[in-house]
């Protein structure tokens, strides 16, 4: 029988399936000094999702000699709180789940996209304050604007394709992603992020957090965005994050903001999270989620269904398919 620590919770249907093949789960949030203190040891695997950090000290801390972790699972996309050179020096595999949220993202990204351009979280707010704002706020169209996408996976060219529908015109950034793929899907694939600032009303982020990307969006760069569309309407300069906090530099967006270079900014990921007093709660034109892109139904059971899998098959003695290291 083999032992599972799930640390951020999944999915009932998941655990149920790793139970019934005979395991132990235990659904657990451990703190930073539990995890320092080994606790992972007595574990075969661990699943995690963004708010535990299995930076190296833990990892090298939860290997002894009795221990028996041999999996990380990652319930979900991003790997940037899994140190994956640490766990691959003590034999442990490292896996996620790339592809069971996509859906669920692209759709909360173009939701921000057309609550930025719709003013609706400021109509709500107004609303429920009792001010009917009809005349003040009016929005711009999607159609016949720029979007830019830094990163150009499975999510930014989900957005695309929609937003396309929309009539926007697409660019996008991505050093690692194939010229057809973009042109396939009438996209304009940039050597330089620079002129995705210079071109686009409305970015959204779809990349990695790594050091390259860290503040990739920063003062120099939203100060180059165009402000009118290219339909000639002064749309302003929308932001949009639903990839990873730490990529835009939330102070550098929060200036913009106060000096109208930027006329809104939609944020579902932080630099610290959870974000309970962010400064830019404070300004009308952000709005943000706290990190629900994957929260949906569909996108958890299919997280939890292929974490599950991956980890039968680790604990059945067979290597993942399909893991990171
Ligand atoms: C992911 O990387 O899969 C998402 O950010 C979802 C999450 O961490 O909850």
Same mark, same amino acid.
């Given at each position: ?10 999915? =009932?249907?998941?655990? @149920? ?15 930073? @000094? ?5 606790? !992972? ?30 999996? +990380? ?11 994956? #050179?640490? /766990?691959?020096?003590?034999? &442990? ?13 692209? #759709? ?14 400021? /109509? ?11 005349? @003040? ?11 830019? !996408? ?15 529908? $929309? ?29 995705? $600032? ?19 969006? *920063?003062?120099?760069? +939203? ?8 339909? %000639? &309407? ?6 949009? *994050?639903?990839?990873?906090?730490? +990529? ?9 903001? =106060? ?15 959870? /974000? ?5 709660? /404070?300004?009308?034109?952000?709005? %943000? ?8 139904? @569909? ?12 980890? +039968? =098959?680790? !604990?059945?003695? =067979? ?7």
């Amino acid at each position: 029988m083999g032992r599972v620590a799930v640390t951020d919770g999944m999915d =009932e249907k998941a655990i @149920e399936m790793i139970t019934d093949n005979g395991h132990e789960v235990v659904v657990k949030h451990y703190t930073v @000094e539990e995890l320092l203190s080994g606790i !992972l040891a007595d574990f075969d695997a661990v699943v995690v999702r963004s708010a535990t950090k299995l930076t190296r000290d833990v990892i090298n801390s939860s290997v002894n000699q009795q221990s028996r972790l041999k999996f +990380i699972g990652r319930a979900g996309v991003g790997v940037d709180n899994i140190d994956i #050179e640490a /766990a691959t020096e003590k034999n &442990i595999v490292v896996c996620n789940t790339p592809r069971a949220s996509t859906k669920s993202v692209v #759709e909360m990204t173009i939701a921000h996209l057309l609550a930025s351009c719709r003013n609706i979280t400021t /109509a709500d707010r107004k609303l429920r304050e009792g001010i009917w704002a009809k005349k @003040e706020l009016v929005g711009t169209e999607l159609s016949g604007k720029s979007l830019g !996408l830094i990163g150009y996976g499975r999510i930014a060219q989900g957005v695309g394709n929609i937003a396309k529908a $929309f009539g926007m015109d697409l660019h996008a950034y991505d050093p690692y992603v194939p010229k057809e793929i973009a042109k396939k899907n009438n996209c304009r694939l940039h050597d330089d992020v620079d002129s995705i $600032f210079r071109m686009c009303t409305h970015v959204s982020i779809h990349c990695n957090l790594t050091e390259e990307t860290y503040h990739l969006v *920063n003062s120099s760069r +939203i100060n180059q965005m165009p402000r009118k569309g290219d339909d %000639g &309407i002064d749309c302003g300069n929308h932001l949009i *994050n639903c990839a990873r906090g730490g +990529i835009v530099d939330e102070a550098a967006a929060l200036e913009a903001l =106060e000096s109208g270079q930027l006329s809104s900014v939609a944020l579902d990921v932080f630099e610290s999270e959870p /974000a309970t007093n962010n400064p830019l709660f /404070a300004h009308d034109n952000f709005h %943000g989620t706290p990190h629900i892109g994957a929260a949906t139904k @569909e996108a958890q059971a299919r997280i939890g269904i292929e974490m599950a899998s991956l980890i +039968i =098959e680790t !604990l059945n003695g =067979e290597k993942p398919k399909t893991s990171l290291n």
